[in-house]
């Protein structure tokens, strides 16, 4: 019987033969140009976070006034402590052990490796999690000014999302529609520890803006630690929070939910970014149960939160907090109920797996190409991505 | 047949014994615990009342689905709220579904949640002493959990070492939501006159520990609510796992009440990537976690999910191991599961005895 | 089919119940505005005795925090989980399709036309100046 858990240690490849082995790697190599030749498209790719040189000149000059004035500097984001190997793959740190190294290192090492379509760059800056909410607006801007300047304008195979400034949904819906003329920006992010659940009614007009423009919400983990990471305390540990960021999707996405978002935002897509995946069908099931007891609290729910998760949301495929065995993988994949709702994700550079192959192998075959380009394709219309016989009709 | 479709399976637990691991009893009225409190104690009751980290006198922060969150069933004719009255808990739970053995768990009043320390010190003794008089000595087939001021290592303690030799106590009583994550080593006191004694550890969902319901702030509903007092149960377990509790206490048996079951695997598989990648920073967690989890901890199993595929269901529980799994009824309340009617899945008849009697008897050490 | 006089219509005013045990079964009667139906008492989620829960109205909504209310006193509610049922037909409202309680067509015969049998009235007299509620199974 497969349990809870695998250590993994065993070495898998330790007790095969050595024309095993060669045949293992000879169907890995199969597979990643099967991949490559599907042009994938990146939905979770993180570029270095910018310092505070970096961003003054994206600043107007009273803010940069105030940053070099008032010293601020180190606003990267605490769920993600640079150095925590969970933070970059080793290959993956620039000079100085900067989480994600440069440009050129990216291309390399995701953009041409992986015949890499478009990427959609996540920028985890603590524009997110300022308390002033104009500071976190001024932040914001520049962070958002700096990706396009930096980034977008330097390889066509970027599209970006919109840091905004959440405290204060106001100041967030004008940076949304500051940068929606731009539609290399694709999505609008948030913070899976946000100061308020984000199904609440004061959050709305940014999805009003995000629905407008055909800009899905991305809510990515991380915390801006307004709030513990747990509704049991402040953990201890960088693992611990990270373990705990599973568990905060559950929260938001019950929130989304229950508060109708999705009933007032019909068009609204949601994506959650980096959540771990295979929380979510237990999470159904008992949102399921949950909602036939008490619906008549929130009535405007009004289908399954299984039928409103299959519509409305997706998510990143990296981490995937898989079972150790591919049939488990087969099965939690099965228990989503849906083709739809994976999207391929690098998650760039955190080390979320290791070696060449992405997707992870078990994936059913039938699967890999909508999670690579079908799926990402439905989910981002800004991306405009066409493929061949649609050009022709 | 056409007309009434009857969703589940009945599991056959008639004849068997149930051991139900999570039964509420609930006082009369507040003044049934005034001949077990001392003369200061009943003042502070009748004057303040019970003062926790919520914004009511006389209500839930969330307020609940059904008075006393209770079925609409359960009240006792004789009156008095539901799980009052133990000759009303005979007749309409323990006989006609032949209860075994029931555990007591005492989850309101909660010494542990009182606002002012020595008297919530001073509600746990006399919620020990009143389950001992008034439920365990007249009904064999109920035992106790003995509950502690959490917070107050140094005093649970005592209070563990003045209750266990009673003997009806088969289990310490704790709730999720402690001020600190409960594998602080604050807490570790309470962890070692547990493995002393050889009670088990049982951890119900709930306690009103001042801080958000969510890491994104207070949710809005009693939909949302319930399920995220739920949810604690994922880092609470963590926060046992990665500070080391399991290493420090091996013989300690911890029983996850009221919390479901079907997050259990993922967030294992969770625990077990991110430990390996993180290990440095935990070493004193020698094994991957899901070791720890599989030594060490039971699921209760209310409220049991309910996959739209059955066959899921089975999936779920063979990852678990059905030797993990531990019966639960929270009777008399509104979101309880029917023993025989819960798990909409055939079973058979080692794994009904494993789920529904064995399982139980190994993680309480019943005789 | 048998025919089953459970009441006599007075015993069971609008807004009332009545839990009558028929041929072994356990079965509810609501009288709704004058219009009876009888729904089993067991609720096909967990076997809760479904007749004896809340009946409550049916809240619907357009869109969030906007709350329709509606049929008041036709939705009953199962005293276990609360699950709701529409009393007019047993069906639940989360999924009406597969979640439904047994539901028994219901008359009201006079007296007079019940002297004529065949009936089963086993309990009670039955007077031919009074109207009776009566059930099919």
Known sequence: MVALGGTGEQGLGAAMKPDERAERRRKAADRLMEFRDLGPIDCDLHPPTPRMAELLPYLDPHWREVMLSRGIDGLELASYPPGSPLSARPEWRGPGGRPGGDLALIQREVLDRWGTRRAILNCLHGSMAMFSEDMGAALARAVNDWIANEWLDRDARFAASILVPARSPELAVAEIERRAEDARFVQVLLLAGSELPLGRRVHWPIYAAAERFSLPVGIHAGSAFHQPMTSVGWPSYVVEDYVSQATAFQHQLLSLIGEGVFTKFPRLKVVLIESGVTWLPGFLWRANKEWRALRPEVPWVDRSPIEIVREHVRLTLQPLDSPPDASGLAAVIGQLGSDDLLLFSSDYPHWQWDGEEVLPKALPEALRSRIALDNPRQTYPRLGVRLGKECVS | ?367 | MTRHVVAPASEIAPGSRKLVDVAGRSIGIFNLGGEFFALSNRCPHQGGSLCLGEQVGLVLSEEPGQYRYSRPGEMLRCPWHGWEFDIRTGQSWCDPKRMRTKSYPVTVEPGEALAKGPYQADIFPVSIEADYVVIDL
């Open chain 2, 1 to 367: 047949m056409s007309g009434a479709v009857l969703e589940r399976s009945r599991t056959d637990a008639a004849g068997l014994g149930v051991v139900d691991c999570d039964i509420h009893p609930m006082l009369r009225s507040e003044r049934a615990l005034f001949p077990y409190l001392a003369r200061r104690w009943r003042d502070e009751l009748e004057t303040f009342g019970l003062r926790t980290r919520n914004p009511f006198v006389g209500s839930f922060a969330f307020p609940k689905a059904t008075p006393a969150l209770s079925r609409r069933d359960c009240w006792p004719p004789a009156g008095g709220p539901p799980g009052s009255d133990l000759a009303f808990m005979r007749a309409q739970y323990l006989d006609s579904y032949e209860i075994e053995t029931g555990i007591l768990q005492t989850l309101i009043p909660s010494g542990k949640d009182q606002r002012n320390p020595a008297f919530g010190a001073a509600l746990c003794r006399a919620l020990n002493d009143w389950q001992i008089a008034e439920w365990t000595e007249p009904e064999p087939r109920l035992k106790a959990a003995i509950t502690v001021p959490a917070e107050d290592a140094e005093a649970s303690v005592a209070e563990i070492e003045r209750s266990a030799p009673k003997g009806d106590f088969v289990s310490i009583f704790l709730t999720t939501r402690t001020t600190e994550p409960l594998g602080r080593k604050r807490y570790w006191p309470i962890f070692a006159a547990a493995e002393r004694t050889g009670l088990a550890l049982g951890i119900h969902t709930g306690g009103s520990n001042g801080l958000p319901m969510t890491p994104g702030g207070w949710p809005s509903f009693y939909f949302e609510e319930h399920m995220a007092n739920a949810f604690a149960m994922q880092p609470l377990l963590a926060s046992l796992v990665l500070e080391g509790v399991f290493e420090a206490f091996p013989k300690l048996r911890v029983v996850l009440i009221e919390g479901g079951f079907a997050w259990a695997p993922a967030l294992a598989w969770r625990l077990d990537k991110h430990w390996a990648r993180m290990r440095p920073e935990v070493p004193h967690v020698r094994h991957p976690p899901s070791f720890y989890i599989r030594r060490q901890v039971w699921f209760a199993t209310q409220p049991v999910e309910e996959p739209p595929d059955r066959a899921d269901l089975r999936t779920l529980i063979d990852w678990i191991g059905w030797e993990r799994l531990v019966f639960a009824s929270d009777y008399p309340h509104w979101d309880m599961d029917d023993p025989q009617r819960a798990f909409k899945l055939a079973l058979s008849e080692g794994e009904t005895q494993a789920v529904f009697r064995d399982n139980a008897r190994l993680a309480y050490r019943l005789p």
